[in-house]
């Protein structure tokens, strides 16, 4: 069985400085990791990814992950953030066609 | 590609009414999700296709949700008869079998179910 934990429902950040957003996996066999970004009223855009390969992954809006094995971690950072960062994000983690989704951390970028 | 479309946006009904949701994927993907989104539940996986055919729809709640896909540009989801716990936005999303984002889901604008 796999789990996901996202541990912060809510993260406020004011705009221009970094960020975190954190997510735990558990599972007993190797699996992909996700992140997805929600806008309000659209649905889930994925972000980044990691399969396998060099274990820190980055999308083209400045944001990054690592997948840590040891701890079972595949965190969310970007180094400066922008009003526009705004959403709610997903972890998930998967290998064949399920995929489980955290409970989501909404950003908010404070001006 | 226009996406993920996903009818109607928003739909309101009353308790016992039958409510049917639509999908149209992407095309050329083979693999098509349903979710359901909820505050208390977060996204659960209601039936995934593969090829027009169910493989799992062990997320389907009740026997009062159904789901088809009678070809491989379309698929509905169908609730009868509803009830108000049924209310959530509910999500379309399709992969397709090979590529460089076989494993990447893309998803639908959703649907925002009320049901009264």
């Known amino acids: 069985a796999q789990s996901v934990t996202q541990l912060d429902s809510q993260v406020p950040v004011f705009e221009e400085a970094p960020v975190e957003l954190r997510c735990n996996y558990s599972?007993?066999?190797?699996?992909?990791l996700f992140w997805y970004v929600q806008y309000p009223n659209q649905g889930l855009q994925l972000l980044l990814k990691y399969l396998s390969g060099s274990t820190l992954v980055e999308s083209i809006n400045g944001f990054e992950a690592e997948f840590n094995k040891s701890q079972t971690s595949f965190h969310l950072r970007k180094p400066s953030v922008h009003i526009s960062d705004t959403a709610e994000y997903f972890c998930?983690?998967?290998?064949?066609?399920?995929?489980?989704f955290g409970t989501g951390t909404r950003l908010k970028v404070l001006a | 590609d226009a996406g993920v479309i996903q009818s109607p946006r928003h739909e309101v009904t009353e308790m016992g009414q039958e409510v049917t949701l639509r999908c149209k994927p992407i095309s050329g993907h083979n693999s098509l999700f349903w979710y359901r989104q909820t505050m208390m539940r977060g996204l659960e996986l209601l039936i995934y296709f593969n090829n027009n055919v169910p493989i799992d729809d062990s997320g389907m709640p009740e026997d009062r949700f159904s789901a088809k896909m009678p070809n491989a540009s379309f698929s509905t989801l169908k609730i009868q008869p509803s009830e108000p716990r049924d209310s959530a936005v509910y999500f379309c999303?399709?992969?397709?079998?090979?590529?460089?984002?076989?494993?990447?889901?893309?998803f639908g604008p959703g649907t925002r179910l009320t049901v009264l």
């Open positions: 599972s007993s066999v190797s699996v992909y």
């Open positions: 998930a983690v998967g290998r064949t066609y399920k995929y489980i």
């Open positions: 999303a399709s992969r397709s079998s090979g590529g460089l984002t076989y494993n990447e889901q893309f």
